[in-house]
């Protein structure tokens, strides 16, 4: 069992707790960097141009709070996987929602409980995008 307990955080997370990334897909395969897009410029799904800008031309009004989306492509592919799943990890100021995690958060909806805001598949296709921005 104690075995276990050590090995957990490499299964999950590539490294022990703390790590500065996530390098394995979510899915175990390749995002698709339409839908990633799509997700992104949505405000109905990832909300992303609340806090960020980025390269969205048709989109009038985006966010100040937070960097710009094309800045996330100098990042890893495991370093925007951990900034999507659990970013208070990255940077425990942070004011970014954890957009996979489920377990330890406050202030949630009750029907929202348990839920993550995007699916495994909807993480991996945001950071199929974001790598196009490099």
């Given at each position: 069992m104690?075995?276990?307990l050590l090995v957990l955080p490499f299964l999950f997370f590539g490294k022990a707790f703390?790590?500065?990334e996530i390098p394995a897909s979510l899915t175990g395969a390749k995002g698709d960097p339409q839908r990633g897009r799509a997700i992104v410029a949505s405000r109905q799904v990832g909300l992303c141009l609340l806090c960020h800008s980025g390269p969205f031309?048709?989109?009038r009004f985006q966010g100040n709070l937070a960097p710009d989306l094309r800045s996330a492509a100098r990042l890893t592919e495991g370093e925007i996987r951990l900034r999507l799943v659990d970013p208070a990890r990255a940077n425990p100021q942070t004011i970014m929602p954890?957009?996979?995690?489920t377990e330890g958060l406050t202030r949630v909806a009750p029907p929202q409980r348990g839920k993550p805001i995007?699916?495994?598949?909807?993480i991996e296709d945001v950071i199929a995008y974001?790598?196009?921005l490099k």
């Open positions: 104690r075995a276990l703390g790590a500065d031309p048709e989109e954890a957009y996979y995690r995007l699916t495994a598949e909807q974001l790598l196009t």
